[in-house]
């Protein structure tokens, strides 16, 4: 293995406050990095690209033999609720079965309904701007970020206001970002598992409700379609359905709403290009990605080595683990020109990692990506004024899931 300087260590506050000045380093000194904690680290956009779409070598191997790296062997990974659903999401499963589940999904998340849903998406951000822009500011993550989505995503799956009042969708955000830690790169102290769990369980409730519910009563909405998908005679079971819709909520959730606040904070340190964006909003679709290449709201994604392997020459023994940091290639000087300049009129920012590729490339990015045009061009129109800059940003624990806990705003 490479003789290392140093050693990349997911908890390091220096890492979560600036990332991307350890990202540089690697990148130079150790491209394909073996780290203290037991797994691979590639860094350039090329060999994280090479990786997650070389599905014959990379995949992603035994769940709980991943899972107990973290805490050991005598850990009982499916013992908990949280980590048992992720063992059952169909981003951590290899062919056949991926190609199963996520096919039932395809076969209901539609390219018809995703662009169904442009008015609707208008339709709920102007409403929450016009209940908010008499205020003259926010915290843009609680106030906006998070509503816009949920809201979406509840619309998607068809769960009606009824079933959804506010203090619940409240609850269901909490849910998600506490069950969601159980994404991360190490070990959960104790309380911070049982707490996962406790919310995993909640969501298995309130989500088998939902589809109980449609079984009896059939609908237009993608819950019924879930219920109702079939591959040949094989439709999802009860668990498979309940597991999918919270995958498919989350994903939807949590990493659009912190693509909208890490976009915010952007155009907060460049203001001259959310002027530009304020004079042309039609560069919102475009600003998207960018925001996605610049300050992706996730920034890794793992893989295991299913056989011996190699990463641009570095061996990887079979059963091996490599964080593929997205972040990392998105800001690669080999991939982009001037990667650290945010520049929402970018020609090439689509190239960026931040919605995977092969096999598992983001089944939501159409959504995502209609999500944040519409918020930032409906932002920057409705309120040109908007500045969200603080000097220290709340950024939440945890690497993967890059977002902050609140982002003050004014206009
Ligand atoms: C800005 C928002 C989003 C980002 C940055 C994002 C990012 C990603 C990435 C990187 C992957 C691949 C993971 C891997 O290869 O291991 C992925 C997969 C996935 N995403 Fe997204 N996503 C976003 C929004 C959404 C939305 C809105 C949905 C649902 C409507 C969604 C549902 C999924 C699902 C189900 C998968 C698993 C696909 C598979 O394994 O075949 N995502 N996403």
New binding site residues.
Partial sequence: MTETRFSFDPSDPALLADPYKVFARLRAEDPVHWTDHGFWVATRHEDVRAV?MDRERFGQGDFVRNIQLFYGPDFDVLAHPSYRWLSE???F?DPPR?TRL?GL?TQA?TARRVAAMRPRVQEICDGLIDELAPRGHMDAIHDFAYRL?TRV?CD?LGISDAEAPPAVLEQLNQAIAEAFLVFGMEALPPEILARADRQMLFMEDFFGQIFANRRANPQDDLATDLVNARDGNSALTNREVVT?AI??FG???E??A??IGNGLLSFGRNPAEWARLVAEPELARNASDEV?RFE???IA???TALTDADIAGTPIKAGQRVLCL?GAGNRDPQAFSEPNRFDIGRTDATRH?????????????Q??RL??EIAFETLARRLPGLVANPATPAWREGLLFRGMSALPASW
């Fill in positions: 997650i999401i169909f981003v499963q991926h996520r999904v998340l989505p995503m998607m999918v995958g498919l994903a939807g959730f990493t659009t912190h693509m996605l992706s709201s996730l994604t793992y893989r997205l990692l931040s919605f995977g590729g092969g096999i598992h490339f983001c089944v939501g990015a959504l995502a999500e944040g």
